[in-house]
């Protein structure tokens, strides 16, 4: 044990190891191509993802009224599958302004990195149509729809919602 040293103690040497514990950061400016390509790559995830929950909420209404229409179900699973629906829904407009800020954020590296991009290039036309095909997310993505109403149907008197 008398061979053992404690950290605290201050005749212990601090380990040693083979390798620096981080790496030093290049000091160089990221290159505009690169962060171009993950700024479209990134749009277009976000895009397929509200493209999915649209999709999941129509698919999942469509199976409530099923349900509901068959009688069959038992109300349990009716009220649970109603909440899923309802948790898909609040996902709608979430990832729909994720998916309009990050078209912003394309549109506007586009423009501050005009001189530093190759015009003519590949990521540069694909960023290009989805900002085309999906708005200059000042208008184009249905940011106003975020806003929905509340239904009071089917609440009791004095009932919150």
Excluded: H
């Amino acid at each position: 044990p008398s061979s053992l040293c404690s950290r605290s103690s201050p005749s212990c040497p601090a380990p040693t190891l083979p390798f620096p514990l981080a790496m030093p950061r290049s000091q160089k400016k990221p290159d505009p191509e690169r962060q171009l390509t993950i700024k479209v790559r990134a749009c277009q995830r976000l895009l397929k993802e509200a493209s999915y929950y649209e999709t999941e909420v129509a698919e999942n209404e469509t199976k409530l009224s099923r349900m509901k229409a068959d009688g069959a179900a038992d109300p349990y699973d009716v009220k649970k599958f109603e909440e899923v629906l309802e948790e898909s829904r609040m996902m709608v407009p979430d990832s729909r302004s994720r998916a309009r800020r990050a078209l912003e954020d394309l549109a506007g590296f586009l423009e501050s990195n005009e001189a530093e991009l190759d015009q003519g290039g590949e990521w540069v036309a694909k960023a290009r149509d989805l900002i085309k095909a999906n708005g200059d997310g000042e208008e184009g993505d249905g940011a106003g729809a975020e806003v929905k109403e509340t239904s009071v149907e089917g609440l009791e008197e004095g009932e919150a919602f």
